[in-house]
Structures are given as structure tokens and as C-alpha cells.
């Protein structure tokens, strides 16, 4: 169980790493649903600028419901009320408002892939105003902030956990459940290439694909689409990419940036950036990839990935972030050259021991 699989050594998690929810658990979160009135105002909240696990699985679920009778339900997110485009095709988001228009004090909030408060932005007050908090999650940093917590850190995606709660509920997938549920699971396994790609994902995914979802066109929408603009922006990016092979222990740091006027000058939108790190991690003398990107004049989102020699969620926990060991961000401020300096302070101490 605990750490099974993976090298020894690295515990930034209170949780023992690896356990997942618990029978009392599940009873208490199928309750909270079962119990709900015809009336209930129900409301599903993923983290600030979401990506397909977020959005997928909060949508997923929340269509799920749907199903089941739920009318009074609204899903949002913290931060500008802007989905990105390549998941601007996902079914469910007529459920969609603005965060400023969420209901003030639901009967239920449900969050979605989010580690900790602090992922829910403005909309954090909604847990004392609800009756009830639940949260799904994968995240192994996740630091139980709900009433319930089914948060199962051996799930390759949020959306895992979510369609588990939806066969206990008896919900029925349907082709647009399952587009949410698949665009959530590719999202977070790298279209099936991560480690945590494990026989239940494939059969998981069989399940979504036997509803006649089409894994080619949506694979092609979500994550094979970018504007020429973006295309361009990437290019410079990746040109003026750093690799410091002494670092992290020998095991190597590869990073770049990327700039609020670099996406003007190109006519892009942030989000176009999420794909950066997948072409900066493909670089074979570095273990650590990192991609810099500016959200204001003085704060960037860091992307931090790594092959498996560096717990790079320890490394975000202690710059204020979270997230996975191998896939995890923080919130950087200052200029670009501070926000690395910082990482690089942390790089050694995150190295996992080789397992003898
Ligand atoms: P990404 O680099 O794709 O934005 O994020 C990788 C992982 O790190 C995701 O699991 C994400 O939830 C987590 N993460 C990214 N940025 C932050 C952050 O600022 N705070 C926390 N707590 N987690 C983050
Ligand atoms: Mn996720």
C-alpha cells in the first residue's frame, strides 16, 4: 500500500500516503447525496484555473446528477469565468456560471480536484456557508478541507474517484457523462503514458468508449489543437530554454519562461501555455522540467515536473504550492530569475534516494 511501487524515502503528506477513502467515507458522502431535498441547491466548485480534470470531472459528475434529478445546481470556479478553449467543446457546460453569480449559501458544495482551500480562490467561504462540504480529489498534499473527503491519492484523476460515487449513486453513463469522465482521465494520465496508468484506468476508460464517446476526435480537439500564434509563442519559449545538468543532485534542471507580453505579441490567451512543459520535459539530460509563466507584472505560475528522482510536491509545498510528486506548481512572485533561484534552493533536498 503505502509508497508501494515507488522509490523509498520522501513523506510531505500528514495522510499516509496512499490511502484512500474509507467505507465510513463513501457511506457518508452517498448519504449527503441520498439525503438531498427536491429543492436542494447544489453547488460544484473546481480549482482556479481549471484543466481537464477539474472541469471534466466537476461537469461529469455534476450531469450525473442531473440524471438522478438534481435541478437546482449550479458548477464554477474561482478566478475569470474563462474556459479554455480547447475544452470549450465539453458537455455539461450549461451548468456553468460565473463565480460571482454562485449561489451565496447552497444546501451542498462539491469540489473537485483541488488540494487544498486555497485552490477554491474567493469561493473558499462557500464551506461555512453550505450545509455541507464535499470533496473529491486525487491529490496526495490534499489536506481534508471538507465535511466529507473521499480523496484517494492511488487515483490516476479526480474523475476516477467521481465516476466511483456515480455507480454507488446508480447513475447510468451516458455518451456525455462519459465525454467528461474520458477528457478528465486523459488529461491527468498524459493520454495513458503516466505511471499511474494501471489496469482499472483502461478499464475505466472501456467503460466511457463503450458509450460510442469518440476518443479521436476529442483527443485531437482537447490536447492536438493550438492556435499558429501559440505554435510561434512555443517556439520562442523553448529557444531561450536553460539546462543546468549539475543540479537537483546531478540528476538535471531544465526550465524556461514565459511572458505577459510574449503572449501579447502572439495574440494569446494564458492558457495556452498548460501544454508548455510537455515539450520542455521531453529533454533527456534533465530529471526536473519547470516552465515560469506570468499571470500579473509581479506573479507567475510554476509548472514543475519530474521523471521520478525528485519529489517535486516537496518542492512546491515549501514555495507555497502543492500538487503530485512528479507533477505539482506553486505561485511565484518576483522576477523570473528569483522564482528559479528559489526552486533550485529546493531542488537537492527533494531528491528521492536511489532504492538499493
Ligand atoms: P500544472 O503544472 O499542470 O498547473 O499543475 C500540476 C499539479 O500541481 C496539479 O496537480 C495542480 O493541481 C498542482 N498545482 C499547480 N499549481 C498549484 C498551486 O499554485 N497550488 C497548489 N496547491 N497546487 C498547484
Ligand atoms: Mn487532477
Known sequence: MSGSGGPAGVVVEAAPAGSGPTPDDWAAA?????????????????????????????????LGLRSLGVHRMQATFPGPPEVPEPLRGLPGLDLLVPAIEAYPDPELVICFDAASESRLGELVDRLDTAGA???????????????????????????????????????????EIAECLYVALTTDTGSFRFEATTPAVHQLAARLLATGIRPGDISRRV??????????????????????????????????????????????????????????????????????????????????????????????????????????????????????????????????????
Not at 252 to 276: C, I, K, M, N, S
Request: proline letters at 3%.
Open 223 to 356: 490536447f492536438d489543437t493550438r492556435p499558429f500564434g501559440a505554435v510561434r509563442l512555443f517556439g520562442e519559449a523553448l529557444g531561450r530554454a536553460r539546462l543546468e545538468p549539475a543540479a537537483a543532485g546531478g540528476r538535471g534542471f531544465v526550465w524556461t519562461w514565459a511572458g505577459l507580453d510574449d503572449l501579447a505579441r502572439h495574440g494569446q490567451r494564458p492558457y495556452v501555455l498548460e501544454a508548455l512543459i510537455d515539450s520542455v520535459r521531453c529533454t533527456a539530460e534533465a530529471d526536473v522540467s519547470c516552465v515560469v509563466k506570468q499571470t500579473t507584472p509581479a506573479e507567475w505560475a510554476v509548472s514543475l515536473r519530474s521523471k521520478g528522482g525528485v519529489d517535486v510536491s516537496r518542492v512546491a509545498v515549501a514555495l507555497g504550492g502543492g500538487g503530485h510528486r512528479f507533477a505539482a506548481g506553486f505561485t511565484g512572485r518576483g522576477t523570473v530569475e528569483e522564482v528559479v533561484d528559489r526552486i533550485r534552493g529546493q531542488l537537492d533536498t527533494a531528491v528521492i534516494p536511489a532504492a538499493d
Open 133 to 175: 462540504a464535499l470533496v473529491l480529489d486525487h491529490h496526495a498534499s490534499n489536506t481534508r478541507f471538507g465535511g466529507v473527503n473521499l480523496v484517494d491519492p492511488r487515483a490516476a484523476a479526480t474523475s476516477v474517484v467521481a465516476e466511483q460515487l456515480l455507480s454507488r449513486l446508480g447513475v447510468v453513463l451516458d455518451a
Open 30 to 62: 452517498e448519504s449527503l447525496l441520498r439525503g438531498l431535498s427536491a429543492d436542494a441547491r447544489v453547488l460544484l466548485i473546481c480549482h482556479v484555473n481549471p484543466d481537464g480534470d477539474a472541469l471534466g470531472s466537476m461537469l461529469g459528475f455534476g
